[in-house]
């Protein structure tokens, strides 16, 4: 029995349009058996999404079977996919079961599937036709009970146009499309990671619960994170771990933000202007057009606190630690729907 909670589509993070839209399409592909063409830039969490489809479909109790498609040198793409019988030429003379024998019912996945060469293409295109497989050196050609979902970082139209990926194969493979947003487009994720991944690594490591100043958080949300999701929670565990203090400020995190190859993605950090001697502020050129006021900032946290309190009113106004009449107050001046339909929830609901 596999961990199907672990990749849940619960646990794609975040509260952009983007992130729902995409949790309830992980609903609508899971019940399929059809191919899925996951499309979007590295480090977006296409991975995160082709486990949550597998986790939700009926094929949840079988093997999930990842290929790194061009992490395989091309001889050995045909043997390390659809396996090979004892004594093929040319490569290890022992039988192998390959990846489509490895997730026979359940869900196979090519990572940056435009990386395949041609001959593995024509394989691929075989195995999803006629469901059978040929394994290397084999003269008969076996059963295949795998479901295909395959991701990539390419235009492959553009491939095939220029040749290089088999359009048939792309008209197969693209059945069910799913693309997968790079972080400088859904902004509205960045805080949640991050408190998400502040949560996991200081409980998995024993430290105390850290909180990031309110120009630390400005500073993630301004910066373009060209390696996107992987890059952002790569920045936010170290600084986690390097850092003794119980509030993070924006220096705990700008240097390990630097890109040495290229300064296109740095966000306009020329310095870190000291306000005073418990807290600094970004230059102001980083955060125009970006930076909350106190008004929008309390009227988003009573919003948070509506949500986790599942907008019961009396609930939420405990976790403040206000008065029921000031929290009815504040949501009326900030005019504040009062259920996920914008319907009055009540205050005992």
Known sequence: MHDTFAFAFEKIIGESAWTKRTRRRILQVSNYSYPVLITGPIGSGRELIARAIHAHSPRADHPFIPFRCGAVPEPLRASQLFGQVDGAPGLARAATLGCFGAAEGGTLFLDEAGDLDQDSQLQLLFALREKRIVPFGAERSSSADVRLIASTSQDLDSEVQGGRFSFELLYRLNILPVTSLGLRDRVEDVEPLVRHWMARVTLENGLPLKQLTPAAMALLQSYEWPGNVDQLRSVVERAI??????????????????????????????????????????????????WQTLAQMEAEFIRSTLVEARYNQVVAARLLAIPLNDLMSKIAQHRIALSPLGHDAGAFR
């Open 241 to 290: 771990l390097f850092n003794d203090e119980h509030r993070l400020r924006p220096e705990a995190f700008s240097a390990l933000m630097e890109e040495p190859d290229s300064n296109r993605h740095q966000p306009q950090t020329k310095a870190i202007e000291s306000v005073n001697q418990h807290e600094s502020i970004l230059p102001i050129d980083v955060v125009d057009g970006k």
